[in-house]
């Protein structure tokens, strides 16, 4: 949203949009903070999760757009079916060569909900690890930060598209590269899961995928199965 109003994305968190969503937790919960708070960034991995801020963040932004379903950019359709513990990732991870692709065919450059899941280690697109590392300053990244730009470090601003050298898969990566299937074969279903469907309970997602290996199965049949008839 930023990129596309030519904006730094300190400038709109700040000054549109965090001071409309009240705190979640605490004694100054329900309230609307007067300023930024020192966690914001180091939290706002959780603004792709299941949890209440999530929730306040999404009906925030589908008022001041217009836009429905903002849900679907996040894990929300997922709340009642995965537990949230071992879900995102703390720090930023992408597929140089998506971001790649993406520019040099003019496409908008964006960074997927898959890329934030800590079990997706392997773009399934171009069958390489994803980067955690910018190549040129060697650092690690928030997930949101007040730098944060598409496709851009957010500590150097360097591009981090590269064309990737096709490697030989070895068993490691072929199994990696599985999980980042299954998984994004579930978040394509998260426009049809809506809250008709009703879960046992949440399960944690690494042994919803030991389920779905073992078995052969998509995540969707891993969560219809009953716990209670196996052993995981
Ligand atoms: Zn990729
Ligand atoms: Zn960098």
């Given at each position: 949203m930023a990129e596309a109003h030519a904006v730094e994305t300190?400038?709109?968190?700040?000054?549109?949009?965090?001071?409309?969503?009240?705190?979640?937790?605490?004694?100054?919960?329900?309230?609307?903070?007067?300023?930024?708070?020192h966690s914001f960034y180091l939290e706002a991995y959780r603004l792709n999760g299941t949890g209440d801020r999530a929730r306040l963040w999404v009906s925030m932004l589908e008022e001041l757009t217009q836009v429905r379903s903002l849900d679907l950019?996040?894990?929300?359709?997922?709340?009642?079916?995965?537990?949230?513990?071992?879900?995102?990732?703390?720090?930023r991870?992408?597929?140089?060569?998506?971001?790649?692709?993406?520019?040099?065919?003019?496409?908008?450059?964006?960074?997927?909900?898959?890329?934030?899941?800590?079990?997706?280690?392997?773009c399934p697109d171009h069958?390489?690890?994803l980067d955690s590392l910018c190549p040129l300053c060697g650092r690690t990244q928030f997930v949101l930060s007040s730098k944060s730009r598409p496709g851009h470090c957010s500590r150097c601003r360097s591009w981090l598209g590269r064309v990737h050298e096709a490697d030989i898969m070895d068993h490691h990566v072929a199994e990696h590269l599985r999980t980042a299937e299954i998984v994004a074969d579930l978040l394509a279903a998260s426009p049809y899961v809506g809250n008709r469907v009703r879960w046992r309970k949440t399960r944690l997602i690494n042994s919803l995928l030991k389920?779905?290996?073992?078995?052969?199965?998509?995540?969707?049949?891993?969560?219809a199965d009953r716990p209670e008839q196996r052993r995981e």
């Open positions: 300190a400038t709109l968190v700040k000054h549109e949009l965090r001071l409309r969503v009240p705190f979640v937790r605490g004694k100054r919960s329900g309230q609307v903070p007067t300023k930024l708070p950019l996040t894990a929300l359709p997922w709340a009642y079916a995965i537990d949230r513990r071992q879900l995102l990732r703390t720090n991870a992408w597929c140089s060569s998506c971001y790649e692709s993406w520019r040099s065919s003019g496409r908008p450059v964006y960074e997927p909900l898959l890329w934030m899941l800590q079990v997706v280690t392997v069958r390489q690890p389920f779905c290996h073992s078995h052969n199965v998509s995540l969707i049949r891993a969560l």
